[in-house]
């Protein structure tokens, strides 16, 4: 039986991915670095920045800077740009209240710390997740389940129990190998990229109460 619904949120609540690569765009060319866009996209999307940063930094010989600098750098300027520039998806916030009238709610998210906690000061999300796990919390990101089961362990319930919203393959793959319920909503990859979840959605209006007591069954 389904108890708990744990929601990603780059791609799921907040549309900033934009946000993010101009943040990571900035914080390299303070060390003289030209990030592309297909720099970016080959390295950074659906990953943590750790790992991300990590293997921009060896495969372009970057050695003259920390990564936690760079890190810390990015989130500076995604926590400045996320405040003027914030989009969120229609109906995930509808969605979120309607939930958390019926079951836990909880995040789980390949954000830092700090970039997570502004996205929730700035939509007031603080009543709604018992529980929010970020980069900083596991060892490996998606698609290893590491955060997802963390995710299960701090809320004390079993991940047969849990079902996930994602909206990438790697977040797909980490939710089902920590043995979790996936429903993948068509924000930022095709179909045909997200097949492993269990339901595949292109509006936030079919999760319902009814919708999620399917995967009862």
């Known amino acids: 039986m389904?108890?708990?619904?744990?929601?990603?949120?780059?791609?799921?609540?907040?549309?900033?991915?934009?946000?993010?690569?101009?943040?990571?765009?900035?914080?390299?060319?303070?060390?003289?670095?030209?990030?592309?866009p297909e720099i970016y996209r080959k390295f950074c999307l659906g990953r943590t920045d750790?790992?991300?940063?990590?293997?921009?930094?060896?495969?372009?010989?970057?050695?003259?800077?920390?990564?936690?600098?760079?890190?810390?750098?990015?989130?500076?300027?995604?926590?400045?740009?996320?405040?003027d520039n914030l989009k969120i998806f229609d109906?995930?916030?509808?969605?979120?209240?309607?939930?958390h009238e019926n079951y836990n709610l909880a995040l789980?998210?390949?954000?830092?710390?700090?970039?997570?906690?502004?996205?929730?000061?700035?939509?007031?999300?603080?009543?709604?997740?018992?529980v929010v796990v970020t980069s900083q919390d596991v060892q490996k990101g998606k698609p290893d389940p590491e955060p997802y089961v963390l995710t299960a362990e701090k809320l004390g319930v079993q991940p047969d129990r849990?079902?996930?919203?994602?909206?990438?393959?790697?977040?797909?793959?980490s939710a089902k190998a920590a043995g979790m319920a996936c429903?993948?909503?068509t924000n930022s990859e095709k179909p045909d990229r997200l097949t492993l979840?269990?339901?595949?959605?292109?509006?936030?209006?079919?999760?319902?109460?009814d919708f999620i007591s399917k995967f009862n069954a």
Not at 58 to 82: C, F, P, Q, W
Not at 108 to 128: C, M, R
Not at 162 to 173: A, F, P, Q, Y
């Open 2 to 36: 389904i108890t708990t619904i744990i929601f990603d949120m780059n791609g799921v609540i907040t549309d900033d991915e934009d946000c993010h690569e101009l943040a990571t765009e900035r914080a390299f060319k303070e060390i003289g670095f030209e990030m592309s």
């Open 50 to 83: 750790v790992s991300a940063f990590k293997d921009i930094m060896e495969t372009y010989g970057i050695a003259h800077v920390e990564i936690n600098d760079l890190m810390a750098s990015k989130t500076r300027y995604y926590t400045i740009l996320v405040k």
């Open 91 to 99: 109906g995930v916030l509808d969605l979120i209240k309607r939930l």
């Open 108 to 130: 789980t998210t390949s954000s830092t710390y700090e970039e997570a906690s502004a996205v929730i000061d700035l939509l007031k999300l603080h009543p709604y997740f018992e």
């Open 162 to 173: 849990c079902l996930v919203i994602e909206d990438s393959e790697n977040g797909v793959k």
């Open 183 to 185: 429903v993948a909503i």
């Open 197 to 209: 979840a269990d339901r595949i959605i292109s509006a936030y209006s079919d999760i319902t109460v």
